[in-house]
Structure formats: structure tokens, C-alpha cells
């Protein structure tokens, strides 16, 4: 496995090289597997930033997981897991989707193991330097193949997309919106800023996550009870006619049996 030192001279776990990976018996693997570690240090770690950065993370990831359940489609959504790129430092995105995967619970996400890069990252900025993610992780991300990079600044309240024009581009090429959507060719979604948060979109469908539809069912419910009430005050409202009908009718019927009887 071995440590690297990056250029600032710390010390980090790294995953072997693609060559060495490739030498290794099954046995090896499998040992390599389980020693490189699942958590990331504090070095390694941005400064916590409060609900401005988690609160846009987990309902992002929560809509995502829950739309790739209902296409029925494999997919690994997950958040702040490290990840063992080939002989590189280890990275824990704030989101991250693999597309065609088994989606099952991971401590880390080791490639040559998985036999599968990242598809998509986003990072989301909530305060202090912006460089890691504006210029670092572009660099970095674009290097390793990860054919999409979105950035959600929640101070800003701004999104930028980065994209592989090829599957063998090492650089990114920047995105531009539409009318405030940036399309995500690997998630087939758009993505918006909408309030403190980032929507995804399907054609003209939002992604809800589950507060927004329980909101949504409550109220649909609550439509149904009216309109059941209004159903049953207009039936109680037609059997009271009914009534009212049966009862002049006997009254005329009983009339004429008098008139009758002169």
C-alpha cells in the first residue's frame, strides 16, 4: 500500500498503482482492501461550516437516491466517502454518484477494487478559500477522469459545471446555463440553485425528497377530503330534494283523492 508525501510534505494513505494492483494475487487484494483506511484525518478535512454545507449535501443526496430507486436503476450515491484513485492522494467528495453499480453501504470506495471510477461530483462551499474546489479539485477531478464537476457555493448561492468533452479530455471544459439550469449529461437531470439548496430536474419535474412529499400527498389528501365532503353535502343536498319531491307529491296525490271523493 504505502504512504506518499504530497507537495506540502504530508503524509497520506495511498491505494497501489494500477501496474501494482494489477501484479497482485487475489489474496493481496483482498488484504489491501482491508487495511487502507475508511476514515479521513482532520489534516485532510475542511473546517466544519455548519448547516450551509450539510443541509444542501444530504437532501441532494437523498433526491438522487431516491430517483435512481424509482427508475430502478443501479447506482451508488454517497457522500463523504474517501476514495483510492491509483497511487493517488485520497479524496472524500461532499457528493458522489457511480452509475451501474451494486448499490449497497461502502467505508470507502478503493477504484481498482470497484473496477469503476467516479462518474459525478459535487462539492459544495460554504465559506473561507474557495481554491480547493475552484481550482485544485477542477484540476485534480478533471485529471483523474471524472466526467462531471459541479460546484454549489451555498454563500454565493451560485453553481458552476465542469465537463470531460471527451471520455479521454484531462481537462475540463466549463459548462453554460440555461435559463439558470445547468444539464448533467451523466445524471440526465438539470440542476438549479432554488433557495439555500440545488433542485435537480427531470423535463419539468422536480426531484422532491421525502418532507416534500409527504407536503405534497398531505395536500393532495386534504383536496380529496374536501372535494369527498362537497360530494356528500351535494348528495345529502339532492336526497333532502328527494324527500321534499316525495312528500308534495303525496300531498297533491292526497288532494286529488279528496277532490274525488267531493
Known amino acids: 500500500m504505502g504512504r506518499h508525501t504530497d507537495k506540502v510534505g504530508d503524509a497520506f494513505p495511498r491505494a497501489p498503482s494500477q501496474e501494482e494492483w494489477d501484479r497482485m494475487g ?25 448547516d450551509d ?16 430507486k424509482r427508475r430502478g436503476r443501479k447506482a451508488y450515491v454517497g457522500s463523504e466517502l474517501p476514495v483510492y484513485y491509483p497511487a493517488e492522494r485520497r479524496f472524500a467528495p461532499d457528493l458522489l454518484v457511480v452509475l451501474d453499480v451494486e448499490n449497497h453501504r461502502r467505508k470507502k470506495w ?6 469503476h471510477g467516479l462518474d459525478w461530483v459535487m462539492e459544495i462551499h460554504a465559506g473561507g478559500d474557495r481554491k480547493k474546489d475552484a481550482e485544485f479539485n477542477v484540476s485534480r477531478y478533471a485529471r483523474l477522469g471524472i466526467p462531471e464537476y ?21 481537462v475540463y471544459t466549463r459548462m453554460e446555463s440555461r435559463n439558470g439550469r445547468f444539464l448533467s449529461e451523466v445524471l440526465g437531470l438539470e440542476l438549479q440553485v432554488e433557495g439555500e439548496d440545488v433542485r435537480f430536474w427531470t423535463g419539468n419535474a ?43 307529491a303525496n300531498e297533491l296525490e292526497a288532494e286529488l283523492a279528496r277532490l274525488r271523493r267531493g
Open 206 to 248: 422536480p426531484l422532491l425528497v421525502s418532507d416534500e412529499f409527504i407536503e405534497r400527498l398531505e395536500d393532495q389528501t386534504m383536496i380529496l377530503q374536501r372535494r369527498a365532503q362537497e360530494e356528500s353535502r351535494r348528495a345529502d343536498e339532492e336526497s333532502r330534494r328527494a324527500d321534499e319531491a316525495e312528500r308534495r
Open 26 to 50: 487475489q489474496e493481496e487484494r483482498d488484504r489491501v482492501v482491508a487495511t487502507l483506511p475508511h476514515e479521513v484525518t482532520y489534516e485532510e478535512m475542511a473546517m466544519p461550516e455548519g
Open 53 to 68: 454545507h450539510q443541509e444542501p449535501k444530504l437532501l441532494a443526496r437523498e433526491a438522487l437516491r431516491g430517483y435512481f
Open 150 to 170: 459541479f460546484i454549489f457555493d451555498g454563500g454565493r448561492l451560485t453553481l458552476e459545471g465542469y465537463r470531460l468533452a471527451t471520455p479521454d479530455a484531462r
Open 110 to 115: 478503493l477504484v481498482s477494487h470497484e473496477g
